[in-house]
């Protein structure tokens, strides 16, 4: 199978199809963390690692600070 890139498609999942760019970052972790994706995706989330971490990082950031805005 061929490296996946930012472009690539997902190859299974609930986002399927999907640009692995656009992939939510907290998924591509949960699927890493409990060890369901197959190889091709492992070696995309291993080498796109620190950023994937930034943006579930300010994801949760945004988060918060909405969520103090509310009150």
């Not at 890139?5 to 999907?18: A, L, N, R, V």
């Not at 640009?19 to 970052?25: C, F, Q, R, T, W």
């Not at 060890?35 to 070696?43: A, G, I, L």
Request: charged share 30%; net charge neutral; with cysteine.
């Amino acid at each position: 199978m061929s490296k996946i890139t930012d472009s690539s498609q997902m190859p299974f999942g609930k986002y399927q199809g999907m640009a692995m760019i656009n992939v939510p970052a907290d998924y591509l972790m949960w699927l890493y963390d409990n060890n369901k994706c197959n190889s091709e995706v492992r070696v995309y989330i291993v080498e796109n690692l620190d950023v994937l971490k930034k943006e579930i990082n300010d994801k949760q950031k945004n988060d918060e600070t909405r969520y103090y805005h509310r009150h």
